[in-house]
C-alpha cells in the first residue's frame, strides 16, 4: 500500500506550463504503476497519464497527448507531470494514483489515491 499527495496545483494563464508533483511512498515503489487521473465539477474522473512501475512504459490519453509528460523518479518515490501548453479545458482537480504492477487507464483500478490537488487555467 502506497501513502500518496500530490503538490504543485495553482493557477496558470493559457498557453503556460505547470509540473505537479506526486510523493507515493511505501515498501518496493517500483512495482506500483502510477498514474495521473483529473476532474472537473459535473464530470467523471478522466484519465490523463500513466507510467509503469520501472518508468519504461507510458500511456496519455488523446486531449493531452503531445502537451503533457509524466515521469518518475523511483528513488525519491516521486512521480510528476509536466503539463504544457496549458488550455482552459485542462482545469481539473488532479489526482495520482497508484496500483501493483501493470498500468491500466480505469480509475477503478487504482487502489492507492491522493487527495488531488486544483489546477486552473485562466482565458
Known amino acids: 500500500q502506497l501513502d500518496v499527495a500530490e503538490s504543485g496545483g495553482g493557477l496558470v494563464q493559457a498557453g503556460g506550463s505547470l509540473r505537479l508533483s506526486c510523493e507515493a511512498y511505501g515498501r518496493a515503489f517500483g512495482n506500483y504503476a502510477m498514474a495521473w487521473f483529473r476532474q472537473a465539477p459535473g464530470t467523471e474522473r478522466e484519465f490523463v497519464a500513466s507510467?509503469?512501475?520501472?518508468?519504461?512504459?507510458?500511456a496519455y490519453s488523446d486531449p493531452v497527448r503531445g502537451r503533457f509528460t509524466i515521469s518518475r523518479v523511483n528513488a525519491q518515490y516521486t512521480v510528476y507531470l509536466q503539463m504544457n501548453d496549458r488550455r482552459h479545458a485542462d482545469t481539473a482537480v488532479y489526482y495520482c494514483?497508484?496500483?501493483?504492477?501493470?498500468?491500466?487507464?480505469?480509475?477503478?483500478?487504482?487502489?492507492?489515491w491522493g487527495q488531488g490537488t486544483q489546477v486552473n487555467v485562466s482565458s
Open positions: 507510467i509503469s512501475g520501472s518508468g519504461l512504459c507510458t
Open positions: 494514483a497508484g496500483k501493483r504492477f501493470s498500468p491500466a487507464t480505469l480509475a477503478s483500478d487504482y487502489s492507492d
